[in-house]
């Protein structure tokens, strides 16, 4: 059934997920600064920890991603690190 189909893709992104070691605190600190740098970015304090966790979330996702063989593409960092999907999405795919 669905359910079993939507758990078993859940299970499976948990196992790769678990397979790619999470960067040390100083790590992901050092490359958000990095990146900020390289995009020209800068942030209120209050505003800088939001993005920095949500840039923190799509690198995990995307080092999940290049660590799975199985993938035919890899990911990689860009400007819109520090946002969500939904904030890309408003922003940029606003056809009518």
């Known amino acids: 059934t669905m359910k079993v189909a939507v758990l078993l893709l859940a299970s499976l992104a ?8 999470q960067l040390r605190a100083e790590e992901y ?7 900020m740098k390289e995009h ?3 942030y209120e ?4 920890v939001h993005r920095f966790n949500i840039w923190k979330s799509n690198l995990d ?6 660590a799975d063989t199985t993938k035919t593409y ?4 860009n400007k819109f690190g ?4 939904d904030e890309f999405r408003s922003m940029y795919n606003n056809f009518k």
């Open 74 to 77: 890899t990911l990689a960092m």
């Open 40 to 42: 020209g970015k800068n």
């Open 82 to 85: 520090d946002l969500t999907n």
């Open 45 to 48: 304090v209050a505003e800088a």
């Open 14 to 21: 948990f196992a790769a997920a678990a397979s790619v070691p």
């Open 61 to 66: 996702i995307i080092r999940t991603h290049n």
């Open 29 to 35: 600190e050092f490359l958000f600064t990095s990146w």
